[in-house]
Nanobody
Framework: QVQLVQSGGGLVQAGGSLRLSCRAFGQTIGIHMGWFRQAPGYQREFVAA???????LVDDSLKGRFKVSRDNAKNMIYLQMNNLKPEDTATYFC????????????????????WGQGTQVTVAS
């Protein structure tokens, strides 16, 4: 079992930056972690992921603005979001998966067994 506890988020003006953090507890050795987001009325969508071996994947639409990193020693994953836009407004979820079957696998919500509580990010125009 893995528990995920998120922190960060909040209200920011367009063009600003935020960093989300997520800490994993429990059976964390070898887990692959990621971030999804969900805006009201929309499906949950992939943002970024990092495998246990530190292979990073960021959605093409977010590259250059979002960066994912992790600290395995602390069981933490981070999402640095720069030059935020109003369309980035959403609830952001930290996730963890116990296996890695390729990049397409990491993009699917069904690949992840564990989810954080979600944190709201609001970008004001």
């Amino acid at each position: 079992q893995v528990q995920l506890v998120q922190s960060g988020g909040g209200l920011v003006q367009a063009g600003g930056s935020l960093r989300l953090s997520c800490r994993a507890f429990g059976q964390t050795i070898g887990i692959h972690m990621g971030w999804f987001r969900q805006a009201p009325g929309y499906q949950r969508e992939f943002v970024a992921a990092l495998t246990w071996g530190a292979s990073a994947l960021v959605d093409d639409s977010l590259k250059g603005r979002f960066k994912v990193s992790r600290d395995n020693a602390k069981n933490m994953i981070y999402l640095q979001m720069n030059n935020l836009k109003p369309e980035d407004t959403a609830t952001y979820f930290c996730t963890a998966a116990s296996q890695y079957l390729g990049t397409d696998y990491l993009r699917r919500t069904s690949s992840y067994r564990y989810w954080g509580q979600g944190t709201q990010v609001t970008v004001a125009s």
